[in-house]
């Protein structure tokens, strides 16, 4: 490999992580990533991106996506629209086939990072009917009777959050990696990142408090890393003192975002 992935200022990564993007790349496989909701699986890609310098390209997956709508969109409202009331030339059809998002990253002049988020919401055929361009890295326009090639085999990551199991034939075509919820010793170095000038003694004081409420096995919905890094933002700006968070959470709605989860966690605090 040219170069490395290694993380970049803002995403702290874990070795296991890193090495798995580094054999994603190296094999041409996309890179399944799950964990649990603000493990960072989104920003991954994005990070991907920012450390090896290449271009970003973006594909949110819905309940109501085809894998077809990610190569390219044959626009016939429009080309209607202009027949009728512009004088744009309606014969020629390339100027109505839009890219999707694995269309663009087949085009684009240099390697690409494609982020294929939630790929779980989809209905179950939509992996499957996306193994063949994966694999062959080229797909076909039935309008313009043209096959489109990738100039490039971008970076595929592949977000899913298991709300539904994913079909075998396309598991075994992609590298895996479950990113853990972060331990002690790195969720340090993540809230440093993003609060650099936080004192010793309210790190101290948030992790304790942090770790202490996501070892409740009654919460229905944990804190994540995301809703540490506001709650933190607030305490700072609210000038909190870290000796009250042993004996009462400050700004409760940042982190918890449950009702029942909020008034357990009150009457826990009472006690």
């Given at each position: 490999?040219?170069?490395?992935?290694?993380?970049?200022?803002?995403?702290?990564?874990?070795g296991p992580l890193r090495?798995?993007?580094?054999?994603?790349?190296?094999?041409?496989?996309?890179?399944?990533?799950?964990?649990?909701?603000?493990?960072?699986?989104?920003?991954?890609?994005?990070?991907?991106?920012?450390?090896?310098?290449?271009?970003?390209?973006?594909?949110?997956?819905?309940?109501?996506?085809?894998?077809?709508?990610?190569?390219?969109?044959?626009?016939?409202?429009?080309?209607?629209?202009?027949?009728?009331?512009?004088?744009?030339?309606?014969?020629?059809?390339?100027?109505?086939?839009?890219?999707?998002?694995?269309?663009?990253?087949?085009?684009?002049?240099?390697?690409?990072?494609?982020?294929?988020?939630?790929?779980?919401?989809?209905?179950?055929?939509?992996?499957?009917?996306?193994?063949?361009?994966?694999d062959e890295m080229s797909?076909?326009?039935?309008?313009?009777?043209?096959?489109?090639?990738?100039?490039?085999?971008?970076?595929?990551?592949?977000?899913?959050?298991?709300?539904?199991?994913?079909?075998?034939?396309?598991?075994?075509?992609?590298?895996?990696?479950?990113?853990?919820?972060?331990?002690?010793?790195?969720?340090?170095?993540?809230?440093?990142?993003?609060?650099?000038?936080?004192?010793?003694?309210?790190?101290?004081?948030?992790?304790?408090?942090?770790?202490?409420?996501?070892?409740?096995?009654?919460?229905?919905?944990?804190?994540?890393?995301?809703?540490?890094?506001?709650?933190?933002?607030?305490?700072?700006?609210?000038?909190?003192?870290?000796?009250?968070?042993?004996?009462?959470?400050?700004?409760?709605?940042?982190?918890?975002?449950?009702?029942?989860?909020?008034?357990?966690?009150?009457?826990?605090?009472v006690q």
């Amino acid at each position: 490999m040219e170069k490395e992935f290694t993380g970049t200022d803002t995403y702290i990564t874990s070795g296991p992580l890193r090495e798995v993007v580094n054999a994603s790349i190296v094999l041409g496989r996309p890179l399944l990533v799950k964990g649990e909701p603000g493990t960072g699986k989104t920003l991954l890609a994005t990070a991907v991106a920012e450390d090896l310098g290449m271009p970003l390209i973006r594909w949110h997956v819905k309940s109501t996506t085809k894998a077809k709508d990610g190569l390219y969109v044959y626009d016939t409202v429009q080309r209607l629209h202009d027949s009728r009331f512009s004088d744009h030339d309606v014969d020629d059809i390339t100027n109505y086939i839009r890219m999707g998002p694995l269309g663009e990253s087949f085009r684009s002049e240099q390697q690409a990072v494609l982020l294929i988020d939630e790929v779980d919401k989809a209905d179950l055929e939509f992996p499957n009917d996306l193994l063949n361009e994966l694999d062959e890295m080229s797909f076909y326009i039935y309008e313009t009777q043209e096959t489109v090639r990738a100039a490039h085999r971008p970076v595929v990551v592949i977000t899913s959050n298991n709300e539904k199991e994913l079909p075998d034939a396309f598991l075994r075509r992609c590298l895996f990696h479950y990113i853990e919820f972060p331990d002690e010793r790195l969720m340090r170095d993540i809230v440093r990142v993003h609060h650099p000038r936080i004192q010793d003694n309210l790190m101290d004081a948030v992790i304790r408090r942090f770790y202490h409420i996501r070892a409740m096995d009654e919460l229905r919905k944990k804190p994540s890393t995301s809703e540490l890094i506001d709650w933190v933002q607030v305490l700072i700006e609210g000038g909190v003192d870290p000796a009250e968070l042993s004996r009462r959470i400050p700004f409760l709605g940042v982190l918890l975002k449950k009702e029942q989860d909020v008034e357990f966690l009150r009457g826990q605090m009472v006690q």
